[in-house]
C-alpha cells in the first residue's frame, strides 16, 4: 500500500463513510462477519476502506471513530499491532502462496495479544493461488473467535468461487463526480477535472499524478509513429493491448485535443484549430467503434491512420502547426 493511505489509517473516505457506518452497525449488533470480501473499483480507495475498518476494529473503546489513546491504537499507528496481518503477494509470479497462508493459520492458532479483534487482510485476493486457497478454506469458514478476515480485491471477478462463497461480499461505494471533484480539490489538486476526464471516477488514481506519465508516454508513441508509419501495427499493440488501455488513450486523445482546439481558437480559426477538432471527433469514433466490440487494437489502429493523414494534410498547409497529438 502507498505511504499515504498508511498514514492516515483511521480515516475513512466521504463516499465511504456511510457502508463503514454500516459494518460499525453490525459489529455492536455482534453480527459482524468474520469473513469478507471487500470489492471497490480501481481508484477509489479500497485501501483507506480497509485501513478504516481495521483501525476501528483495533481500538478497544470502538467508539465511532478510533480513540487513538488505548494500547491497541497506538500500536496500529506505529505500525506494529501484533493482531494486525497482512498477506501480500511474493516472488516473481506476485502470487500469495500456501506458505504464506500457513505462517498465518499458525498464528491464528496462538492466542490474541490483546482483548480486541485480530485482522487478517489479504491483498489483492485474487492473487491467491489455487493450493493456497485451498489450503485457506477452513479458516475461513471458521476463523476463531475474534478473529476478522478481510479479502480485499479490485478484480472480484477473478476471485476464486470457492473463496467468494465462504465470504460476505461487501461492496465499498464509488464516489459521485462530484464528491471526487471535491475530494482531489480537498487534496491540493487544482485541475481535478482534466485529471478525472483521464481517470473518470478515480480519484486516487488521478491523484497519483500517473497521468503526467502517460501522457508522456502516449505523446512519446505519437511522435514515433509520425517519424515511422510503418510501424503502426506495433504502436497500436503497444497502446492499446486491452480495451481499458484504449479508452484511456482515447481518453487522454480526446482530453488533449480538447485543449489544443481551444488554447487555438484563442489565436483564431487555424489550420491548428480544424486539426484539434478532427482529431477530437476521430476519438469519438474510436469509442464507438470500442462501444461496437470492434477490437481494441483494430479500432485504435483505424484512429491512427487518419490521425496521419491529418497530420500529413496539416503540413502541406501553410501555418502547419499542428497540434492534434504530440506537441
Ligand atoms: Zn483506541
Known amino acids: 500500500m502507498s505511504q499515504d493511505a498508511a498514514a492516515i489509517a483511521t480515516a475513512v473516505l466521504p463516499w465511504q463513510q456511510a457502508a463503514l457506518q454500516e459494518l460499525q452497525r453490525l459489529e455492536r449488533a455482534a453480527r459482524l462477519p ?13 485501501e483507506y476502506f480497509a485501513q478504516a475498518l481495521t483501525g476501528w476494529l483495533l481500538c478497544q473503546q470502538r467508539t465511532d471513530t478510533p480513540c487513538g489513546q488505548c494500547s491497541g491504537c497506538r500500536q496500529w499507528r506505529a505500525g506494529n499491532h501484533p493482531d494486525a496481518l497482512r498477506i501480500l503477494p511474493e516472488g516473481a509470479a506476485q502470487e500469495i502462496t500456501v506458505d504464506q497462508v500457513r505462517a498465518v493459520t499458525e498464528l491464528l492458532s496462538l492466542s490474541r495479544h490483546h482483548q480486541g479483534y485480530r485482522v487478517v487482510q489479504l491483498y489483492p485476493a485474487e492473487r491467491l493461488n489455487r493450493n493456497a ?16 478476515f478481510l479479502l480485499l480485491s479490485e478484480q472480484p471477478r ?20 462530484a464528491q471526487a471533484r471535491e475530494w482531489l480539490m480537498t487534496q491540493g489538486i487544482s485541475d481535478a477535472d482534466s485529471r478525472l476526464a483521464i481517470y473518470p471516477g478515480q480519484p486516487l488514481r488521478a491523484l497519483e499524478d500517473e ?22 501495427t506495433n504502436v497500436a499493440r ?14 487522454w486523445l480526446a482530453t488533449h485535443a480538447w485543449s489544443d ?7 483564431g480559426p487555424s489550420v491548428g484549430t480544424t486539426c484539434a477538432v478532427e482529431t477530437y471527433q476521430l476519438t469519438l469514433q474510436a469509442r464507438g467503434a470500442l462501444r461496437a466490440n470492434t477490437p481494441p487494437q483494430l479500432a485504435v489502429e ?9 497530420r500529413a494534410q496539416s503540413r502541406k498547409r501553410p501555418n502547419g502547426d499542428m497540434h492534434g497529438g504530440s506537441r
Open 34 to 46: 468474520q469473513t469478507m470480501v471487500l470489492q471497490a473499483a480501481r481508484g477509489t480507495g479500497l
Open 133 to 148: 486457497a485451498n489450503a485457506l478454506l477452513k479458516t475461513l469458514e471458521e476463523p476463531g473467535e475474534g478473529t476478522v
Open 158 to 177: 477473478n476471485l476464486l468461487p470457492t473463496i467468494r462463497s465462504r465470504a460476505q461480499v461487501i461492496t465499498v461505494p464509488r464516489p459521485s463526480e
Open 211 to 232: 497521468d503526467r506519465e502517460i501522457a508522456t508516454e502516449f505523446e512519446a508513441e505519437l511522435q514515433q509513429l509520425e517519424a515511422a508509419p510503418s510501424e503502426l
Open 238 to 251: 503497444r497502446i492499446a493491448s486491452t480495451r481499458d488501455d484504449a479508452t484511456r488513450f482515447l481518453e
Open 261 to 267: 482546439a481551444a488554447s487555438h481558437l484563442e489565436a
Open 302 to 310: 483505424a484512429l491512427l491512420v487518419s490521425w496521419l493523414a491529418l
